[in-house]
């Protein structure tokens, strides 16, 4: 008990989208300032322990230099390259030692890998990404008291965080996989630079987030449609660029692009949508999976994803005014 995690993916907020878009970089130097407040925010809030993901590029050491700590702090071993497959790894470890809450800094992207490491983590997800749907925008100050709050039971987890959706995806082949925010079916054929930035080939979204405000692929679903991350459901889009019924949204940070819309409608938890290849399937964003001619993939909605911390209401829990 009093265990807070934090990861960190040190490759976000550095993707294409720098070149394509107007996405501003999050620097190594933010990355450790914002490490740094994370860890000071958790021991004010009674963590005994904090384990930090480590990287090659040393953010959590850089963080915690002559950092007067009342803590224990361990650093997990770096891994031999920063990837996705770290982020998991460092999840799954975290789980594996019963760690009370984590604080994740990334975008979509990273809290999908945290996700798929430690399915229903009790999670603070900060915002440090390209799009940043899934996260929010807190400051890493009072997200590592809220963490550390949850994780020495000074406040109830059941009280103060939502389950987060999942969309399920089963390939024909028998693997499996899953996204937080929307699948995606392109015309693509190769997964390339990864990350999607253009509208040209989507052909269907399915997203669990539609909500206004949102900058990313959801977006195109949120100006259709409204869904609530904390209500249950998700909304299926199907995109036709030669469609007569057309609108405007920000795929990426400062890019705007016209989708043509066949269709949407809302899905319960529990509805799947079956994507037919070829194409290839993008997640929380990234191009991820080639999907070939004749095969297949179904996406399901879930209830069964990361517990999400709400900060200010295990703020206000632990102040006595909840």
Same mark, same amino acid.
């Given at each position: =008990?009093?265990?807070?995690?934090?990861?960190?993916?040190?490759?976000?907020?550095?993707?294409?989208?720098?070149?394509?878009?107007?996405?501003?970089?999050?620097?190594?130097?933010?990355?450790?300032?914002?490490?740094?407040?994370?860890?000071?925010?958790?021991?004010?809030?009674?963590?005994?322990?904090?384990?930090? #993901?480590?990287?090659?590029?040393?953010?959590?050491?850089?963080?915690?230099?002559?950092?007067?700590? #009342?803590?224990?702090?361990?650093? =997990?071993?770096?891994?031999?390259?920063?990837?996705?497959?770290?982020?998991?790894?460092?999840?799954?470890?975290?789980?594996?030692?019963?760690?009370?809450?984590? /604080? /994740?800094?990334?975008? @979509?992207?990273?809290?999908?890998?945290?996700?798929?490491?430690?399915?229903?983590?009790?999670?603070?997800?900060?915002?440090?990404?390209?799009?940043?749907?899934?996260?929010?925008?807190?400051?890493?100050?009072?997200?590592?008291?809220?963490?550390?709050? /949850?994780?020495?039971?000074?406040? &109830?987890?059941?009280?103060?965080?939502?389950?987060?959706?999942?969309?399920?995806?089963?390939?024909?082949?028998?693997?499996?996989?899953?996204?937080?925010?929307?699948?995606?079916?392109?015309?693509?054929?190769?997964?390339?630079?990864?990350? /999607?930035? #253009?509208?040209?080939?989507?052909?269907?979204?399915?997203?669990?987030?539609?909500?206004?405000?949102?900058?990313?692929?959801?977006?195109?679903?949120?100006?259709?449609?409204?869904? @609530?991350?904390? !209500? +249950?459901?998700?909304?299926?889009?199907?995109?036709? &660029?030669?469609?007569?019924?057309?609108?405007?949204? &920000?795929?990426? &940070?400062?890019?705007?692009?016209?989708?043509? %819309? =066949? #269709?949407?409608?809302?899905?319960?938890?529990?509805?799947?949508?079956?994507?037919?290849? +070829?194409?290839?399937?993008?997640?929380?964003?990234?191009?991820?999976?080639?999907?070939? !001619?004749?095969?297949?993939?179904?996406?399901?909605?879930?209830? @069964?994803? +990361?517990?999400?911390?709400?900060?200010?209401?295990? %703020?206000?829990?632990?102040?006595?005014?909840?």
């Amino acid at each position: =008990m009093g265990t807070v995690a934090i990861i960190v993916n040190p490759a976000a907020g550095k993707d294409i989208r720098r070149l394509v878009a107007e996405a501003s970089p999050v620097s190594d130097a933010s990355k450790v300032g914002t490490l740094r407040r994370a860890v000071i925010g958790a021991m004010e809030g009674g963590a005994t322990r904090v384990i930090m #993901s480590g990287d090659r590029r040393g953010l959590a050491e850089r963080a915690i230099d002559r950092l007067e700590a #009342s803590a224990e702090i361990e650093i =997990m071993d770096a891994p031999a390259a920063d990837s996705a497959h770290s982020t998991r790894e460092a999840a799954a470890l975290c789980r594996s030692r019963r760690v009370g809450a984590v /604080v /994740v800094l990334g975008g @979509d992207g990273t809290h999908r890998d945290v996700a798929k490491g430690w399915r229903d983590a009790p999670i603070v997800a900060l915002s440090t990404g390209t799009n940043n749907v899934f996260p929010r925008p807190h400051e890493a100050t009072v997200a590592g008291e809220a963490a550390a709050l /949850v994780a020495t039971e000074k406040v &109830p987890l059941a009280a103060v965080t939502h389950r987060a959706k999942t969309i399920d995806v089963q390939l024909d082949d028998g693997e499996n996989d899953l996204g937080l925010v929307d699948v995606v079916l392109t015309n693509d054929r190769f997964t390339a630079a990864r990350a /999607v930035w #253009s509208p040209d080939g989507v052909r269907e979204i399915v997203a669990t987030i539609a909500e206004p405000g949102s900058v990313g692929l959801s977006a195109i679903a949120a100006a259709v449609a409204h869904q @609530d991350r904390r !209500a +249950p459901g998700a909304v299926h889009v199907r995109c036709d &660029p030669n469609a007569a019924s057309r609108v405007r949204a &920000p795929i990426a &940070p400062g890019l705007y692009a016209s989708i043509g %819309l =066949m #269709s949407h409608h809302h899905l319960e938890a529990g509805d799947s949508v079956t994507f037919e290849g +070829p194409g290839v399937l993008s997640f929380d964003g990234e191009r991820d999976r080639t999907l070939g !001619a004749d095969r297949t993939a179904t996406a399901t909605i879930r209830i @069964d994803g +990361p517990r999400v911390i709400d900060v200010g209401r295990a %703020l206000a829990w632990a102040s006595g005014r909840e």
